[in-house]
């Protein structure tokens, strides 16, 4: 099976959020959760530049090594996700991860978290594919739909690409030689080890 | 004539725009081979080097959400998985080992005078109060704490991901809310103990002869020994440490970042296992380790005899106390 990834192409990223909507409007986040956002760094300046984020579903995932209940697995595709059913919501998953990917609605007293909501890669959950339970807890499930993440189907510019690692580093790749610049794969050495080679 | 005129000069202005939009594809063409338009733009790998970080602006209401890449997560993780892990484990081990050892060598230190039949306040019932309040909290606490880091290797294998689960919810409640009633008894504690606990000459000399606890003979100590300061002095410390790194995490990102976040859960995680090994021997001592010492904290009310070989000058205090009072007069406590 193919090793699924995210790449953000920020020389073609306009900060037009569609992303972050669509994804929280395919998933039914909750309020105030973020699965994707959009950063601008430098931003007004000369320079600036917006990169699309989300769980980047890593290699040798640092939110699963971490995890003490050992709520996360990865899937054939390379797909890191998690069991909310035995999530406790510690925390822990979001100071190891390198993207600020997890997030946690408010639940009770202080600051404490209720059961973490990341990106799925519009995969689900560990539930049964395609049911009322796996939607309620993780939101849609493209794949099992022969579908890619609704956040890089519906890109405007086509700048966040989802699907097989190889196929869209190359993709990536022609983009980079044909136009003769480009800012390379944000966060991919951070999530996989590796970078597109150009 | 004026409408020739206009016509004339759309033409020649139309005749212009077409010379203009023929030639300029070739110049465009020019202009672009070679040229980055990006070349000022922020590269990742120079904010990583110089930044050790990349972040911007994010217009979503999670402000924090614009740190997009923070690599310190991957420390932050060998920190917990294999740093935390041995140091806790080392400790904790090492320390039941080492009791081991010396109560196999040494045994059951025993009142030299046997029990004498009279007995001598030690402790008041708030004193008693407050121990057992900041112990009580103290056992859930650090078994709730090294569930988090130990569970999954020790706890989880026996009893499955679910039961698990269960279990790590209740502690990780339970951390939560014993935390407040913890910090009170170190309050509380601090309040009532700390006369007796100013370190003195006579501590060092307690501390060199090894305390009675590796001779035999019986150093002379006030209400509280050399050792008894130390674990005393520990607990005050460990424990504000404890309670300023764990209200940190309890109220994540109040007024913290990710990287403080980081830093508190490695001081909350080392200083807490340093304090359960330290309680270890604490707890060892007070109870099966020495006759009569568990009185103390039991009945409040210590055999003269174990008061007189282990806190001699604390007993000629009390007694003097007694003597200076007016006859028929009982002391308050």
């Not at chain 1, 202080?110 to 939101?139: H, I, N, V």
């Not at chain 2, 590269?43 to 990349?54: G, M, N, S, Y």
């Not at chain 2, 080392?270 to 359960?276: D, E, T």
């Not at chain 2, 409040?300 to 806190?311: F, I, M, P, S, T």
Request: charged share 15%; glycine share 10%.
């Amino acid at each position: 099976m193919a090793r699924v990834k995210f790449l953000c192409d920020a020389d073609r990223c306009i900060e037009c959020n569609a992303c972050v909507t669509a994804c929280k409007n395919e998933n039914e986040v909750p309020w105030g959760i973020n699965r994707r956002r959009v950063v601008t760094i430098n931003d007004g300046k000369p320079g600036e530049r917006s990169v699309s984020m989300a769980c980047m579903h890593c290699t040798d995932a640092p939110c699963a090594a971490v995890c003490p209940v050992d709520c996360f697995l990865t899937t054939a595709d390379g797909v890191v996700v998690h069991n909310k059913d035995l999530c406790i919501g510690c925390g822990y998953c979001f100071y190891a991860c390198p993207f600020g990917a997890p997030q946690y609605p408010k639940v009770g007293n202080f600051g404490s978290r209720g059961k973490m909501d990341k990106c799925t890669y519009c995969a689900g959950g560990p539930e049964a594919d395609l049911t009322l339970a796996e939607y309620s807890k993780y939101g849609a499930n493209r794949l099992a739909e022969g579908k890619l993440p609704i956040c890089a189907e519906m890109c405007s510019t086509k700048s966040l690409l989802a699907g097989d690692g190889e196929i869209i580093a190359q993709i990536y790749k022609e983009r980079v030689l044909k136009r003769g610049y480009g800012s390379g794969a944000w966060g991919w050495q951070t999530a996989y080890r590796e970078t597109v080679a150009i | 004539m004026r409408i020739i005129a206009s016509l004339k000069t759309a033409l020649a202005a139309f005749a212009l725009v077409l010379t203009l939009a023929v030639a300029s594809p070739v110049s465009a063409q020019q202009s672009i081979q070679g040229v980055n338009p990006t070349a000022q733009a922020v590269k990742e790998q120079d904010l990583l080097r110089q930044l050790d970080a990349v972040s911007g602006r994010v217009s979503i209401p999670d402000q924090k959400s614009g740190l997009l890449i923070q690599p310190q997560g991957r420390e932050w993780r060998q920190f917990h998985n294999t740093t935390m892990f041995w140091v806790g484990a080392i400790a904790v081990l090492g320390m039941i080992a080492l009791l081991v050892v010396f109560y196999m060598t040494r045994g059951k230190i025993m009142i030299d005078g046997g029990f004498s039949g009279r007995t001598i306040l030690r402790f008041n019932v708030f004193e008693r109060f407050v121990h057992w309040l900041t112990a009580g909290c103290f056992i859930i606490l650090a078994l709730s704490g090294l569930n988090v880091t130990f569970g999954k290797s020790l706890l989880l294998p026996l009893i499955g991901h679910e039961a698990f689960t269960n279990v790590s919810v209740i502690a990780k409640y339970a951390h939560n809310f014993l935390a407040f009633p913890f910090m009170a008894g170190i309050v509380f504690m601090f309040a009532v103990w700390v006369r007796d606990n100013i370190p003195e000459g006579g501590d060092l000399a307690w501390l060199k002869a090894g305390g009675g606890l590796l001779g035999h003979d019986h150093p002379p100590a006030k209400k509280f020994n050399g050792g008894q300061k130390l674990i005393f002095w520990s607990v005050i410390l460990g424990g504000v440490a404890l309670s300023i790194s764990g209200v940190l995490l309890l109220f994540p990102f109040f007024a913290t970042t990710i990287w403080d976040m980081q830093i508190a859960q490695i001081v909350h995680g080392l200083v807490g296992l340093i304090l359960v090994a330290i309680m270890l021997a604490h707890a060892y001592i007070g109870s099966v380790g020495m006759e009569g010492a568990f009185d103390a904290m039991g009945s409040g009310e210590v055999d003269l005899n174990w008061a007189k070989e282990h806190h001699s000058l604390w007993v000629k205090e009390e007694e003097a106390k007694k003597a200076s009072m007016p006859k028929g007069m009982v002391a308050a406590e």
